[in-house]
């Protein structure tokens, strides 16, 4: 029962700081260390990596017209019409393919080498500061100049390849936040806040799907309790990232990022310094 609360309370928090480009793996590190989940290291280490599927979850149901490329067409204006494939979203998911390569290809097979090296208080928060400072440096040059891009349709396949070296930053090193590297990646080539975001929604599910099948992999033998604290984990995270979502692409109509900068350097102050007493 105990660890059944706590996998609601990590459920929030990764619904919160999934789509926040904060790194949820620097708040769950936190709450993983004050009140940790219960349950051998390898269950532990995969839950901690699957429950991204509740938060995935949000972006399919939030955005499911934009994602799912069969339309019925109409061909003449009183007929019913016939399904067909919708060319703008064909090529939508093209350059989220693209975008994915660099960590799919690189990332992947390095993805257990870097969590043995790099999953620690230190580099988490490193990556924590640097990226929130790269966040204050990027939102200040750019309070001068207008954004170059305002629709995914118009991202270069130039343009979503840097962005997926950046999401490769993130899968490489623990602290970065995926929604974060994106979204910086994604403001210096000078993509407009909401179509940045939007963006990473979409890239994020290749990429949370293949990252939660890596750790799958590893973890074949479920117990009854564990595949029940696992999901309410994932129900808790898909209904909070449907708000944090919903919030975050309010914000940023009318808001920078650079407030995000300053809560990770705190943050990664913080985790330095619960890593220096744990």
């Known amino acids: 029962m105990l660890n059944l609360i706590k996998s609601v309370i990590f459920g929030i928090v990764e619904g919160i700081t999934e789509w926040l480009p904060i790194s949820s793996t620097g708040h769950l590190y936190l709450f993983q260390a004050f009140m940790p989940l219960s349950g051998p290291k390898a269950f532990v280490s995969m839950y901690m990596v699957v429950i991204q599927l509740g938060a995935i979850m949000a972006v399919v149901v939030l955005y499911w017209k934009r994602l799912w490329p069969l339309r019925r067409i109409r061909t003449t204006k009183d007929s019913v019409g016939q399904v067909g494939w919708d060319h703008n ?56 100049r207008r954004a170059r891009v305002y629709s995914i349709d118009d991202l270069t396949y130039r343009d979503v390849i840097i962005i997926g070296l950046f999401q490769l930053i993130a899968a490489l090193f623990p602290g970065t936040s995926r929604s974060g590297a994106t979204i910086i990646g994604a403001l210096m080539i000078g993509v407009s806040r909401t179509t940045a975001a939007e963006f990473t929604f979409f890239l994020a599910i290749p990429a949370m799907f293949g990252g939660s099948l890596l750790k799958l992999r590893h973890f074949h033998h479920f117990t009854g309790s564990q595949a029940g604290v696992l999901a309410i984990g994932m129900i808790v995270a898909f209904v909070v990232s449907v708000l944090a979502i919903k919030f975050l692409m309010n914000y940023i109509k009318t808001h920078d990022f650079k407030p995000f900068g300053w809560y990770r350097i705190a943050l990664g102050i913080i985790v330095l310094a619960v890593g220096m007493i744990a």
């Open 89 to 144: 979203i064909l090529k939508m998911w093209l350059k989220v393919i693209i975008a994915t390569i660099p960590a799919a290809v690189i990332g992947g097979p390095l993805d257990d080498f870097f969590e043995a090296h790099f999953y620690n208080p230190k580099s988490i928060a490193v990556m924590l500061i640097l990226f929130g400072i790269l966040f204050i440096i990027v939102e200040n040059k750019n309070t001068s």
